[in-house]
């Protein structure tokens, strides 16, 4: 499962260049990225054309230049569907006046989750702070809690979409969609996991430091080498670490280490969160209006972009409450040096 985010952003932007958009796909992709099929030729401008549905004989009144074999295409691969005599766009394309309404509307939602969670987030953001990593906080909250834990428990729910590549849909599965402009911050997740142990990143295209450096295989001698012996051995990889920050010259990681059971505090206040908005998310928002507004082809699409826009309304809340503050190499990526990136990841153990 993956989750692409992509966009140019301009001072002044157009309601048709796809540059102007953001990119966002929660899919299940083999060979090329839909995207670049979506940028092929003229298909961006005909997907414009039949968001709201065009009879063959409505398109070529437009003066929209197509083939009956793009059609055809576009229609296998997904990306329009027919109904009865018309063609629709089958996936979601807001505008910038679509995006601000949306996003309203998701501000407004996080604001409600917040007063549900607050107990339970002082309560994590305290253990945090004992534990001596306050400075990760704001990543274990977006990487473990709310892009990690609360998408696994939407697809335990049934509330989101099964991705399955299959003939029907031979190339990508999940839901995609595009919406202008571009938050002024994003961040996302990587995570390698090695049996139970799992390494978080949080990476924002903003931040001051990456871990670019390592290899899938470095990532694999951290899991090993604490999994074995709670601390690293493995002298090549220690180095690189040090560089970062990442352990001390004994090899002890200098960042936080999660076990989901109930013996670890910061994992029982996050999962009591997870489970708050999981809920949330199911029980409490209306979707009908939304799948038709913002042609939205299904509520399971629907809680995924609208959840989307809530994971960072959340944050954004947080940050205005000052209960949160982002680590200093997105908050001050011109300012962050190296070792900054402790701030930025954590294990967690099943």
Request: proline fraction near 3%; aromatic fraction near 12%; charged fraction near 25%.
């Amino acid at each position: 499962m993956f989750l692409f985010t992509a966009a140019i952003v301009n001072t002044a932007f157009s309601q048709n260049d796809i540059k102007d958009y953001e990119y966002t796909c929660y899919c299940t992709l083999i060979g090329a990225n839909p995207r670049d099929i979506i940028e092929t030729g003229n298909n961006w401008d005909l997907l414009l054309a039949l968001k709201d549905g065009k009879t063959l004989d409505e398109l070529d009144k437009s003066g929209m230049k197509y083939s009956k074999k793009q059609l055809g295409v576009l229609q296998a691969l997904n990306f329009i569907k027919k109904t009865d005599d018309k063609y629709y766009t089958s996936i979601s394309i807001l505008n910038a006046n679509e995006t601000a309404e949306l996003r309203t509307l998701t501000k407004d939602i996080a604001g409600k989750i917040i007063l549900q969670i607050h107990n339970d987030y002082i309560l994590f953001a305290r253990m945090m702070q004992q534990y001596g990593f306050e400075n990760n906080t704001y990543s274990v909250m977006f990487s473990y809690v709310l892009d990690n834990l609360v998408w696994q428990k939407l697809e335990a729910a049934n509330a989101i979409p099964i991705q399955k590549i299959s003939v029907e849909r031979p190339v990508w599965d999940g839901t995609l969609w595009f919406t202008q402009p571009k938050r002024a911050f994003e961040c996302g997740t990587n995570i390698v996991s090695l049996d139970n142990m799992n390494f978080g990143i949080n990476w924002s295209d903003d931040s001051g430091v990456s871990l670019g450096e390592f290899g899938e295989g470095d990532f694999d001698a951290i899991l090993k080498n604490y999994k074995n012996n709670a601390i690293i051995t493995d002298s090549s990889v220690k180095k690189m670490m040090l560089n970062y920050g990442l352990c001390t010259p004994c090899g002890k990681l200098k960042f936080p280490v999660i076990k989901q059971d109930s013996t670890d505090k910061v994992n029982v206040y996050s999962q009591n969160m997870a489970n708050t908005i999981t809920d949330f998310m199911v029980k409490n928002i209306d979707f009908s209006g939304i799948l038709s507004k913002y042609h939205i082809k299904s509520k399971a699409d629907a809680t995924v972009i609208l959840y989307h826009e809530i994971i960072f309304d959340l944050l954004d809340i947080l940050e205005e409450n000052k209960l949160i503050k982002k680590p200093v190499a997105f908050a001050q990526p011109q300012n962050s040096k190296p070792t900054d990136a402790k701030d930025l990841v954590f294990i967690f153990e099943e």
